[in-house]
Structure formats: C-alpha cells, structure tokens
C-alpha cells in the first residue's frame, strides 16, 4: 500500500519544527523551558575557556564516556520501564552518576559533552518520540545548570580552583565541600524539575510531583558513587571496570518502585499486560488531548491459534506467542506500547500515528508475522516440526478520529477486528 502525497504530507509534518508538540505547552511554561535552556546554553559559552583541555582531561574524559555508554546501553530495557511508571513524577536517573564524576574532573565543555551524550542516548535508544524530545532538552539544561551551581560550591570549597576539583578535595572541609555540592546539584535539578512537572500537570497533587523518596536516595546514592568514580579514575584508572559494576548494581538492586512497574508485564510474552497497557493508553490518551496530538490502537489477533494448541500442545502455543510477541515489537517504535491483550490477542498503542501511517504499521506487523519460524514438539512426536505461515487479523481505531475516548476506541478496534475475521482474515480493518 502506497501513501498519498497528502499522507505523505502529514507524516513528515513530525519534522517540521512548526508541529513539534512543545509548542501546544501553555505559554507560561514554554516561557519557562525557553529560559531554562538559554540560561544553559549561556553558562556553556561563559565556561567554555575557564579550563584547558589538557591531554589528562582527555584521557579522563574517554574513560568514563566510555564508562557511561556502557552502563546506559546495558541498562536501557530496566530504564524504559521506569520512565514509563515515573509519568507525572520527577524521572529519577542514575546518570548523575557519570554527570557528576565528570563535573569533579573535567572542563566544563567537556561535561556539558557527557551531559548530551547521556540525554541523547536516552532520547535515542529509551525513549524515541518527537514528542519528548523537548523534555530531554530541557531535563539536559536543567542537570547542566545543577552543576555550574555545583561547581561554584567546589570552586569556593577548593580555595578558588577551576578543576579538576577531585585532586583538591581533602580532609574534612573536603568532605564537606563535596556534601554540600552534591545536594546543591541535586536540589537545583529537581527543584526545577518539579516546577515544571507541577505545571504541566496541574490536576495531579502536587505530593505526585516530588516523587519517591526511595527514587531521591538513589539519586544521592548516585552522586556519592559518582565521586568514588571519579577518585579511582584520578589514582587507579584500571579499577574502573569493577566500580563501573556498581550503577548496574543500584538499577538491578534498589530501584523497587521500578521493578513493581516492570511486575506489571505478562509472564509468557514479556509484554504489558492488560491492565498495565490499559493505564498506559488512558495516560497516552490524556497527553494526546492535552498536546492536540493523535494515537492510534491495533488490536491483532493470530488467525487459527486454538489449531496450534490442539496439534502441538500449549508450551508449543506459548513458543509460537513469544515469537509473535518479539515480531510486534521489531516493527513498532520504541515509544509505542505492546501489550498482551488476552488469549492470542495483542494490542498496540501508538502515539502520534492515524489514518494511512496506522494501516501502514498494521500491514507491516503482519508481514514480520508471516515470516516467523518456530520449531516445536507436536503431540506425540518425537522430532520438533517448525510453525510457519502464521497469519493475522488486525483491527484499527484512532484518536481522535475514531473516538474521543478509550473504552469507544477500544471496542471500535475490536469490532474492527472481528469485522476483519469474518471477512477472510489476513488483513487489517479500519475502523469507521
């Protein structure tokens, strides 16, 4: 199926600066954002010449860029659900820790450098929607204005140096330098965050806004781990695979309010699960309405599943479920949401995508889908037998086009999917 120049039109308006979904904020708060990123972007040029950058600083530099990819990268699948589960609170992140390692020993352009690097790979590989990209760039401004506060702290705390400031830290009034520039980082970060949050938010109670206090120990947590790291790069380099161990450590570890999120995913397919994907779509559909945006709803259903389970067995069923699982998801965007729906059913929410774009993705899904390939034990068989030519119904519904609101878009989706099965299956149905 081809797109008309006019669809065409209307999926590349994403790119348009003039259609970014920041400009539907009301006007005080895009006043706001705007002042917080000049004042960043004046801090990076006052800064950019106070300290050379020296074959050191570089080396440093490397190490814990290299540091910090690393960690981000294994860490991104645990990081997707909790910034799911942390909507309309502050998103508590343990990149503080290489932020902060870097703010004790590098020039400030080159922090600002590990700064954007953190959000990008955030933005890029977490949570890729335009739609968020402005509160990336913001929540970069905000954590490089944390640290030009902190940094005037240790410039005061080490006797008027410039940095690196780790090498000057000692004693007791060290110590308590990198205290006190360790919760002004934090308390100017979050203290901007929570504005905002509150603002954009303004029917949610303002005690949603400050978050967990498990989430603000982590943080702390990742300052305080930030500067150990920043120690052992300055007196044992080597050391710091086995300390870069410990950010994994705290995400796998001390983040419960995450991992009660990432409970809510269905056992077999490790996807959503019903009512967590419901709670998610109310949310998408609520920010939909706010931002003048559109979503889009599949329902997908595997055409002659209970065959599969007659002729092989359920763990077959199960294997063949996970396979159409993980085949959704290559197709999707990573700020879509896949859930099981119940049964053979999957449902998938995508913000920003209607008419032709939705049918587009639908067609896509059940071409990954006919191309899946499992092998299984049927009944009675020794020899595993391979699972291929799967097919699938798939029933469209979007906002707003559809229905305005979710249990109408829900239904009409459903109904779109059985309007497709009735039809002859194999083929995605609209709805009207």
């Known amino acids: 199926m081809r797109l008309s120049k006019a669809d065409a039109r209307r999926r590349n308006n994403g790119y348009d600066p003039r259609r970014w979904s920041v400009w539907s904020l009301r006007r005080p708060v895009l006043a706001y954002l705007l002042v917080v990123e000049v004042l960043a972007l004046v801090i990076v040029g006052v800064t950019v010449t106070l300290v050379p950058v020296t074959p050191r600083s570089l080396f440093w530099f490397g190490l814990l860029l290299f540091g910090e990819i690393a960690h981000l990268e294994t860490a991104r699948g645990i990081e997707r659900i909790r910034e799911l589960g942390a909507d309309g609170r502050p998103h508590m992140h343990l990149q503080s820790i290489w932020i902060f390692a870097a703010l004790l020993l590098l020039p400030p352009p080159l922090v600002a450098v590990v700064i954007a690097v953190s959000y990008t790979h955030s933005w890029v590989r977490v949570y890729r929607r335009r739609s968020v990209l402005h509160r990336k760039v913001f929540s970069a401004a905000t954590v490089l204005l944390a640290c030009a506060a902190a940094g005037v702290v240790l410039h005061a705390g080490t006797g008027g140096h410039l940095g690196p400031y780790m090498q000057h830290l000692d004693g007791f009034g060290g110590m308590v330098t990198l205290v006190i520039a360790g919760g002004v980082y934090f308390l100017v970060n979050y203290a901007m965050v929570v504005a905002v949050i509150i603002a954009t938010n303004p029917a949610n109670p303002g005690r949603t806004a400050l978050g967990n206090l498990s989430d603000v120990l982590i943080v702390n947590a990742a300052v305080g781990v930030g500067a150990g790291i920043a120690l052992v790069v300055t007196v044992r380099p080597w050391l710091l695979p086995v300390l870069a161990a410990t950010p994994l450590a705290l995400h796998l570890g001390l983040l419960l309010p995450q991992f009660q999120t990432a409970a809510r995913t269905d056992s077999k397919t490790a996807l959503l699960d019903p009512s967590f994907w419901t709670e998610v779509a109310r949310r998408e559909l609520v920010r939909a309405e706010r931002l003048g945006s559109t979503l889009g709803i ?135």
């Open 298 to 432: 599949l329902i997908i259903d595997i055409d002659h599943f209970k065959e599969i389970d007659d002729n092989y067995g359920h763990l077959a069923g199960d294997e063949v479920l996970r396979a159409v699982a993980a085949a959704i998801r290559d197709q999707v965007r990573g700020g879509d949401f896949v859930g099981r729906y119940g049964g053979d059913e999957f449902a998938v929410l995508l913000p920003g995508t209607a008419g032709a774009d939705l049918i587009v993705v639908a067609d896509r899904i059940r071409a990954q889908i006919s191309r899946v390939n499992v092998s299984v034990h049927a009944i009675n068989c020794v020899a595993p037998r391979p699972i291929t030519g799967l097919t699938a119904s798939i029933g469209a519904a979007s906002y707003p086009d559809t229905a305005t609101e979710l249990t109408p878009l829900l239904l009409a989706a459903d109904q779109a999917l059985y309007d497709a099965k009735a039809t002859g299956r194999n083929h995605t149905v609209a709805a009207t």
